[in-house]
């Protein structure tokens, strides 16, 4: 688990929240008020965020941990907390396609709304404790400290941010102020109205696509493929946001053919050729620590199936490949973006994202003056006032 720098004497409420979070909510709006919720006839709150469909009486928390019940109010206790700080190549969300080899800060909170029995940040994911959220910042702060790093965008990312929506969306929004772009990685497990609140000041998503059947879905993620399904139908072709697609390949479990098949084909229907999808490494961890990590041979048999069905950018993650981290010109095959890992090794895009051999435009979000120099490093940021 990540090591945060977070403020060394504060009081913890019996929400969870600080004295000094708490103290910083002005009585005109509390920020931390869920922004989706109604009450049942029974005094019970209904979080409206998901499908879970949290109902909670006072005192209750949801199943994602970081939501409960405030005397009738649904509160999101973890706004203005996080488990830390970090600065990130944005190829490790991964976005290919979306500003290359620019330096992204980013962070997350505690608490998930999926159960994967996989995941591979359980220490923040799974946490119920509330030493996890050990450092404050509130939206301008996050937004100041980006700007003061040099970042080219904030990512919610580590834990799912669908849990802590409020917070993000500010965030978003105080990073814009700033000319700063927002990213969400996510499982996408969220429900329709809130979904088109959080999407409309997103500039980029990773969205993952964890399997393609219920029962994966069900079993190994505790959550419903329809319900993701219809989210990234939803970004891809009704929002501006900048879409990839991650899977994360768990021999076994979601690697057959005909799953990969139905997964490709649904992309190419649903959501178009072009949008990037990352087949990605599993190693053992968490509550599967008995299942082998992906073999690299497993990744590339993926990756051309992906291609036999039409998709134009398909890319292998977790590992060293440098033709499945290559992106290359649809018309003539030129490489335009060479990648080891989360290095960019060579960059020939002409400043409007064009092949500079055939003219062919390559889709994404790509700087004028090329692509940046972060490379592979990463280091923690302290969040002070």
């Not at 040099?150 to 802590?164: C, L, Q």
């Not at 399904?229 to 501006?240: F, G």
Request: charged fraction near 20%.
């Amino acid at each position: 688990m990540m090591n945060t720098n977070g403020p060394t004497s504060t009081t913890v409420t019996k929400s969870g929240i600080t004295e000094s979070a708490a103290a910083a909510r002005t009585a005109d709006r509390d920020p931390a008020i869920g922004r989706w919720q109604h009450r049942l006839s029974d005094g019970r709150a209904q979080c409206d965020l998901c499908p879970r469909h949290c109902t909670l009486r006072d005192g209750q928390r949801g199943f994602c941990f970081v939501r409960s019940n405030h005397h009738g109010m649904i509160m999101l206790d973890a706004y203005g907390l996080s488990s830390g700080f970090a600065m990130d190549p944005v190829e490790k969300k991964p976005l290919n396609h979306f500003h290359p080899g620019s330096a992204v800060l980013s962070f997350g909170t505690a608490g998930c709304n999926s159960a994967c029995r996989y995941c591979q940040n359980w220490s923040i994911s799974a946490s119920r404790q509330w030493s996890t959220l050990a450092v404050e910042a509130s939206p301008e702060r996050i937004a100041a400290v980006a700007a003061e790093y040099g970042a080219r965008s904030v990512a919610f990312t580590y834990n799912d941010p669908i849990i802590f929506a409020e917070y993000a969306i500010d965030t978003a929004q105080a990073c814009h102020a700033r000319g700063i772009e927002a990213i969400a990685v996510t499982a996408g497990y969220m429900e329709s109205a809130p979904r088109t609140d959080f999407y409309r000041v997103m500039d980029a998503a990773n969205i993952d696509l964890k399997g393609f059947t219920e029962d994966f879905y069900r079993t190994v993620t505790g959550t419903h493929l329809h319900d993701v399904l219809d989210t990234i139908a939803y970004v891809c072709n009704e929002t501006d946001t900048w879409v990839e697609l991650t899977t994360l390949l768990i021999p076994g479990y979601n690697d057959d053919d005909a799953q990969l098949h139905a997964e490709c084909a649904w992309i190419r229907e649903h959501c178009g050729r072009d949008v990037p999808l990352h087949f990605s490494a599993f190693h053992p961890d968490y509550r599967m620590r008995d299942v082998p990590p992906t073999p690299l041979a497993t990744l590339v048999h993926a990756r051309e199936i992906a291609m036999e069905e039409g998709l134009r950018f398909v890319y292998t993650g977790n590992v060293i490949d440098r033709e499945g981290g290559t992106t290359y010109c649809l018309d003539c095959g030129a490489a335009l973006v060479v990648r080891d890992r989360y290095e960019i090794d060579g960059y020939r895009l002409t400043p409007d994202g064009r092949c500079p051999d055939c003219g062919c435009v390559i889709p994404g979000r790509w700087d004028a003056d090329g692509a940046g120099d972060f490379g592979c490093r990463r280091w923690r940021v302290a969040m002070r006032a």
